[in-house]
């Protein structure tokens, strides 16, 4: 019981380290509004403001929180520790520790190694959390929290698949990808399509008691030993 309680804990901190980052994000947001416009530029944009290192900070909170909430939920069973669910939390976490170490570049100044990893970083996060939200809520449909998950990790696939078809498109017809869409507008989308579905993994690990999706027993009658495979 006492471990149970300490990591309810543990995942509300998670839950509370990401909404510290979303305010400071949201701050700079406010601050800068007549310098990032949020139509066409992106929020990494921030990281080359002379606020650069408190959006990088912010990054790396959301890392930080995402890790917590990545154990909480191992520790409270509802993802497998060795699955392709929490392998994806994982690079979600990793994605983003890249995008706060290596700040978006300005490409109008030409390429760098430290823009491309960026890049890099930023595809790795956004990618992959979806599909960490469904894999480990796909047993879970009939819990409200896993019904929840399941559809904010379906909105964000929605955001993913539509990005990556207009940038192929528009690779098919020869323009510039960044202006075939309103980038910035559509990546806010995205951002707070997945930091919401963060959150709501978040809750899932804290909740009292813990809802998890139903185990498989393993070769112990009446559910000893289960495990769920997320």
Not at 186 to 194: F, I, S, Y
Request: hydrophobic content about 55%; charged content about 15%.
């Amino acid at each position: 019981m006492v471990r149970e309680v300490g990591v309810q804990r543990a995942a509300w901190g998670g839950v509370g380290v990401v909404g510290v980052a979303v305010a400071v994000v949201l701050g700079l947001e406010v601050r800068y509004a007549d310098e990032v416009n949020p139509w066409r530029r992106t929020i990494s944009e921030h990281g080359l403001g002379p606020d650069g290192w408190l959006f990088g900070a912010a990054v790396g909170l959301v890392a930080a929180g995402s890790a917590v909430i990545a154990v909480s939920l191992v520790r409270r069973r509802i993802a497998a520790a060795f699955s392709v669910g929490t392998l994806a939390l994982v690079t979600w976490c990793v994605g983003l520790a890249v995008v706060a170490v290596f700040p978006k570049h300005d490409w109008s100044v030409g390429p760098s190694l430290g823009g491309t990893i960026h890049r890099v970083g930023s595809v790795m996060a956004f990618v992959s959390l979806p599909i960490a939200a469904l894999l480990i809520s796909r047993r879970a449909w009939r819990l409200p929290l896993g019904r929840v998950v399941a559809w904010l990790g379906l909105g964000s696939s929605l955001w993913v698949v539509g990005i990556t078809g207009v940038m192929a498109v528009a690779s098919w017809q020869g323009l510039p990808w960044w202006r075939a869409m309103p980038l910035g507008l559509v990546e806010r989308g995205l951002v707070v399509t997945e930091i919401v579905t963060l959150l709501a993994l978040g809750v899932w690990a804290a909740a009292r008691p813990a809802p998890r999706a139903a185990p498989e027993a393993v070769g112990v009658p009446g559910g000893q030993g289960a495990t769920s495979r997320s």
